[in-house]
Every structure is written in C-alpha cells, then in structure tokens.
C-alpha cells in the first residue's frame, strides 16, 4: 500500500512514502536556521511555516517517489505528541488530501513511530531477516522525549523507565548552549567529543533507586538535570573571562566568543557525553537483565550519536539495531511505515479526529 506519512510535530517539516515497508522517497525540511537565533523553537514560526511549506514539500516527496497524487493510497500523519499549532497544520494537510482523494487516513504517533524507524528498508535489496522480533526493549532517545520500553508489538509499547527531568537530546542541547554551538547541538557536542578524553572529567550519575524517597520504583528512570549543572560548572571555569569593565577591550558579542576551546572543551564534551550515555545504559542494561529480553531496537534524534553506537555495539549478550541515520531524527518515512501497518489492518482515524500535545501511552505508570 502507498502510504503518504506527513510529520510536522516540531522542527522539521516531513513528508515521505512508503510501500511495503520499503521508503520510495523521504523529504526533510528543517527550520532549524529560523529558530537557531533564539536557541530553541519558537513554536509561532514553527505552525507558521509548516503551513508555507507542507504543501511543496508533500509535492516534492511525491515527485521523488515516482508517484501521482492519484497513485498515493492512504495518508498517515503525526496526531500527537508535539507542539499543538504545529501538529494541527499536519493533521489537516493530511486529512484534507485524503478526503479530496477519497483513500484512508490515520494519525499516529510520534514516539512510536520513532521506535518503527529501525523496520523500515530504503533499499529493496535490504535483508528483511534481520528485522527484530517482538517483544524488545525500545531505547527512545529524542530531543524532548528518553524512555526505555518494552515493545510488544508496532502498537503495544509499556515505558519501564523514563527521564524525571530533562530528556537526554535536551541535555545535549544546553550543555551545547554553554559552548556557543547554537540550537539543536547534539550533532556539535558529538563531533567535538571525538577529539577529547572521555575520561578527563568526571562528572556525577544521578542516584535513582528502586525504592525512591516518593516510594516509588526509579530503578529503569534516568535524570539530567544534575549533570547538566556540573558539566555548566565545569565549563565556567575554562570560560574566556569577560573583560573588566574601563579596561578599553570590547565586550565579547555572543556567547560563542566567551566558549571554553582546545583541549579542556574537548575533554569536557568527551566527558559529558559518556556520562550521558552510562546513564542511559545503566538502565537499559538493567531492564535487560530483569526482563531477560536482549534485543534493543533504538530510535530518536540521539539515535544518531556516535558514542552510544559504539558502546551498544560493543556490549556482548545485547543485539542492538538502529535506524539509518537519515530516519534517526524527525521524518516522514517512519509516519508512512507504522501507518501502513495501521491502514493494512484497517484501522482508520475519524476526520474530526485532532491533535494533542501531549500522549498518555507513553507515561510510566508506577506499580
Ligand atoms: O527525534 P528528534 O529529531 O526530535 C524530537 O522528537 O525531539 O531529536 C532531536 C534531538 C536534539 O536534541 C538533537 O540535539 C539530538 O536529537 N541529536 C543528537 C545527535 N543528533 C541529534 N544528540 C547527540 N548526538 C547526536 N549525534
Ligand atoms: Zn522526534
């Protein structure tokens, strides 16, 4: 089934289609030059031009596919999470193409669209027999959402852990804020990190226990926000210091001009980035030993980091899949692929159906 996925939950303006599993075409339109000024998305200019752009960029995902409009079969679309404006303008491009051409249409959602990314082929020559079974532990590593699940099927997912503050992509993005890099850092974080030593800092993992002071069971949670303190902490100090006032120097303009370089900043990025990771493993490893499930299917924008792909790929007893890079951060291809599963079983969304920032699946609920 031809399945047009459209996703406009947040940044990235995305339309792509997909057949069998199989992605014909996958267009990416970031905004992220419009909202890099103010380090983070506004989400008024985000919905302003994902209305400017969902039309040329659904026409240019047809184009690359080989494809008609009259060709497409059925429309998938991200219904939740996200921010609202957003969402809503991809929800009605959707809803609207697939009511003028009379074919199905879905909404789906986003995080388990990001954990269907590993499933999906962009060649068809691809070997299918390594796609994972079910159920695996899904690691969801995005700039605004981190959980550790179990996976039971396409549409069945359980949070075993999750982040209590900030989401790990989030992390990475204000310790990248401190050395100048702009909005979103992962990648500047990740590349810098290649040139230092992991090991020249050492910064602190969170204490979450099993019995927390809440009486609650923290043992697959993670959190951020004290090693996003220390690492800011660290950095001050390698900080160029600012002129002092009467001394004639001019004041630096940005922050970039008052970054930490050289070594130190390498070794603190280094530093940071393992540390972000062994806080993410450590509760993956121990949702894998009390599961006893060792297939890890990952998925999200922090998918993509070079570190954690080469310390899953190092740990002996865990078969680890990722999605390619390209389906790694937000894009239309994983919307089409989960919604062809939807749209193949005949599920179907309502045409008043609408968007919710927010989605309760993917809340942790506490025994
Ligand atoms: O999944 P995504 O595109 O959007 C959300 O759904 O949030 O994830 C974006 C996040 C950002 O925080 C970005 O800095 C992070 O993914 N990211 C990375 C890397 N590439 C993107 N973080 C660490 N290392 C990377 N290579
Ligand atoms: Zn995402």
Redesign the pocket.
Known sequence: MKVLGIET??D?CAAAVVENGLVLSNVVSTQIPFHAKYQGVVPEIASRMHIQWIYGVADRALKDGGLKSQDVEGVAVTAHP?LLGSLLVGLHFAKAFAWARDIPYIGVD?LLA?LYAARLRLKETEDTTAYPEYPFLGLL?????SAICRVDDFDRVSVLGTTIDD????A??KV?KFYGFGY????A??TLAQTGDSGAFKFPMPNLYKKGKDGKDHSYDFSYSGLKTAVVHQLEQFRVKKPEAGSGAPPPETPASLAPSGKEAADIAASF?KTAIDILLRGLFRAADDTGITTVVAG???A???Y?RARLAEEKGLRTIFPPLEL???NGAMVAGIGERYLLRGDRSALSETASARVKAFRKHYP
């Open positions: 939950s947040c990235e996200g986003h990001h590593v995005s700039g605004g959402h989401a790990v992509g989030e990475f993005d990248a979103p850092g992962g990648v974080i990740d980035q999200g924008g922090v993509a980091n070079s954690l790694c951060g937000d």
